[in-house]
């Protein structure tokens, strides 16, 4: 009898158990869109009991026990979520998850013009923010070469072999073809683009945004090979006080200090910075690699909160530098007949930036940009100098009106650009006034659910040239939730001067002016096409995304800088088109505290003139990025780098060598503080080891294409404070 008894207890109990077991039922779907996020998972907290979302964002999870149970929601690119439930529960749940914020989707892009996040703009856009800003800081802490040089379909190229002197190409075209922007204002436009990437401190930035392929319609001539827009912090009302000290190898020092507040009704931020370096040969030829340099930059800026609807800011750009280059001895004032040769720079840059915002209400806005700039720079080598003066302004007045499917933006502007030179020498001055006016209109339209359209015209009247006509389109097709593809495509213009690189090199010697009445402007097309695709694996542990580009730019009758009789060089308008094409690949996969980044770029472009199709010297065909990242949040980054470099055509018609340069970089962080080290081209790659950069004597050098590092293997490292 006792054992029936203790039989028929043990079945209650399971039948007890059995009736506990609850199946949880929920749709997953995205917080904006309210579309179902088809593989989303949920999971029991502790368990491995869970379920995966099929194409309508629904998931079953079944044997849940009675009572409070946490349930974890995972999706990648969305924050995780996660939720208590009381069982039993009957209802089905809908399940609303949020983009990351540190991700892509809501990331606000001030350069095309849209109030709309990332994810819902056409234009494809890459920019660089937060963490990676700070960590390509530590490598150069002076100037942004590296940060931008570091990214697929972006060089820097330098145009002097002892000045270090620098342009940045995009997608295989010259500098000139790109659109240097500080906050939307065109600050390093004509003269001024000469050495403005190696004057632009990256410690005051809050983000740099990257439009690849024909962006004049957006910010008018200039912008056929794309725009890069350097945009400002702006002060919060928890201070941000930051310094910044860094030491080099190659005998350089930084120190950059950044301030930033806002008081109810006003904000300011102060950036300042003083950079040096002093002359450094490591290939013991006798000629600089990195040239002695003083540099001082100091740009304030005030903000005015009126009220909820207006607000308006005003602030001054200052950089001072003196830059020599050339023969160490004659640097170090150990100068004689034989080592006499220097090239010498100093430059005076100061501009205004004044904006005023006006919301009339939810949907109407008005925008007011005003800039004035000042540019001087004076050159000097043994038996030439150049000194010569820009005084631009930029006027842009826009109206925008936005709506929850489209927006509207339209508006005018006025460009000036006026140079000066002083007569140093018997040939004619190359004095020019640029005036252009403009007028644009864009619209970007939410068709549907899955597509996005983005739309605009641009004609900009430039004087002594005539009109520009510039239509583009863009399209943002989403396809999946995993899945995205931008297709888009426009029409660019690029007014003549003598500021190339093809000048630069030459340190402007002998070229003659621009001749409106003969040389015409540089007009192109372009289009791009990019596919997205992200996804996890081993249950979120491994995140994965590609984006694969493909591009194309045609320039009709491009500028080209020819030689004539008597040692002259004139720019003349070529009998034929520049085309450059190729792709672009971007993986990135995480795991855990890992991330690891592969980039391929292929690039190829050429000159067609006179029935002659030419490859574009200085344009490697092939490249590869591939960076590994260890990372501990707020404690620890450690970071492995690595970049090949295909052979690139030289202008000279003889082939560069292909060459790989490595890097490896630490950080240890604290609330306050970190410190790091950079080990920058550990490998000592350098030109120098591989192949000459002059012809003739150290007196008398010639130089040849600067296509590999000339600095090779430095070490780096530093303090920053957040104070």
């Known amino acids: 009898m006792t054992k029936k008894i203790v039989v028929l207890l043990f079945a209650a109990l399971n039948i007890t158990s059995v009736f506990a077991q609850n199946t949880f039922k929920a749709v997953i779907k995205d917080s904006q869109t309210k579309e179902p996020l088809i593989g989303a998972t949920a999971i029991v907290e502790g368990t491995t009991n869970g379920g995966t979302a099929d194409i309508n964002g629904f998931v079953t999870i079944t044997n849940i026990p009675n009572g409070k149970q946490e349930i974890q929601f995972r999706y990648i690119g969305y924050e995780e ?23 892509l989707n809501e990331v606000v892009v ?35 070469r590296m940060l931008l040089n570091e990214s ?88 941000e006080l930051k310094f910044h000290f860094n030491g080099s190898s190659g005998k350089g020092f930084d120190l950059n200090g950044f301030y930033g507040q806002r008081f109810k009704k006003v904000g300011t931020t102060i950036f300042a910075a003083h950079n040096r370096n002093w002359a450094y040969d490591p290939a013991k030829i006798g000629l600089t690699a990195i040239p002695k340099f003083e540099r001082y930059v100091f740009n304030p800026k005030l903000f005015v909160y009126f009220n909820e609807k207006s607000k308006l800011n005003f602030g001054v750009n200052t950089t001072i530098e003196n830059r020599l280059g050339g023969d160490i001895k004659y640097i170090e004032g150990q100068a004689d007949s034989v080592h006499s040769y220097f090239e010498e720079n100093k430059t005076q840059r100061y501009s205004t930036q004044l904006s005023f915002d006006h919301n009339f209400n939810e949907t109407h806005r008005f925008s007011f940009k005003n800039s004035v700039s ?26 925008s009106k936005t709506k929850e499917k ?63 006509f510039l239509p583009r389109l863009s399209a943002l097709f989403k396809i999946t939730p995993k899945i995205t593809s931008r297709i888009g495509g426009g029409f660019g213009y690029k007014a003549p001067t003598i500021f190339t690189e093809e000048s630069e090199r030459i340190q402007y010697r002998n070229v003659l002016a621009i001749n409106s009445n003969t040389n015409k402007m540089e007009k192109s097309y372009g289009a791009n096409a990019d596919f997205n695709y992200r996804t996890s694996f081993a249950d979120d542990k491994v995140t994965f995304s590609i984006n694969q580009l493909f591009f194309f730019t045609y320039i009709d009758k491009p500028l080209l800088l020819q030689q004539q009789t008597g040692g002259l060089y004139q720019f003349i308008n070529a009998n034929g088109n520049t085309n450059t094409k190729g792709t672009e690949t971007n993986i990135k996969i995480g795991y855990a505290d890992f991330k690891l980044f592969l980039g391929y770029t292929f690039t190829d472009t050429r000159l067609k003139q006179n029935g002659v199709t030419t490859e574009n010297p200085l344009t490697p065909k092939h490249r590869l990025n591939t960076i590994l990242m260890y990372e501990i949040e707020d404690k620890l980054k450690v970071g492995v780098e ?23 970089m630490i950080e240890k962080l604290w609330e306050k503080f970190s410190i790091y080290l950079n080990f920058e081209n550990f490998t000592d790659t350098r030109q120098t080891r ?20 000339l600095d090779g293997f430095l070490i780096n490292g530093g303090i920053k404070l957040k104070l």
Not at 374 to 395: E, H, L, M, V
Request: proline share 4%; charged share 20%.
């Open 690 to 709: 591989f192949d000459s950069i002059y012809t003739g004597t150290v007196t008398n050098p010639v130089f040849r294409d600067i296509y590999a590092p």
């Open 642 to 664: 690595a970049y090949y470099f295909s052979p690139q055509k030289l202008s000279d018609g003889t082939t560069g060598k292909q060459y790989v340069i490595c890097g490896f």
């Open 81 to 103: 979520h996660e939720q208590e439930f009381e069982f039993p529960l009957t209802d089905t749940i809908e399940i609303l998850m949020t983009s990351e914020a540190d991700e």
């Open 110 to 144: 001030s350069s095309t013009r849209s109030t709309r996040t990332i994810k819902d703009i056409p234009t494809r856009v890459e920019f660089i923010a937060g963490e990676e800003l700070e960590e390509k800081g530590n490598m150069k802490s002076g100037d942004i």
């Open 406 to 468: 489209t927006e509207w933006v339209a508006g005018v502007n006025l460009w000036t650009d006026n140079f000066q030179e002083k007569q140093l020498d018997t040939l004619a001055k190359r004095n020019y006034d640029l005036i252009t006016v403009g007028a644009f209109a864009q619209n970007t339209w939410k068709a549907t659910k899955w597509l996005n359209l983005e739309t605009g015209f641009r004609t900009d009247y430039v004087v002594d040239y005539g009109f520009a």
């Open 374 to 399: 000042y540019f001087n720079r004076k050159i000097q080598i043994p038996d030439y100098a150049f000194d010569g003066t820009q005084i631009a302004s930029f006027t842009e007045a826009t109206y």
């Open 152 to 239: 697929t379909g972006i060089q820097t190229q330098q145009t002097s072999a002892t000045s270090a002197n620098a342009s940045i190409r995009i997608q295989g075209l010259d500098g000139r073809y790109t659109q240097i922007l500080k906050d939307g204002f065109p600050l390093y436009s004509g003269a001024a683009s000469g050495l403005g990437l190696l004057q632009t401190p990256p410690l005051d930035l809050n983000q740099v945004e990257l439009i690849k392929g024909s962006a004049s319609t957006l910010y008018g001539g200039g912008a056929i090979a794309g725009l890069v827009n350097l945009i400002s912090k702006t002060p919060e009302e928890k201070r």
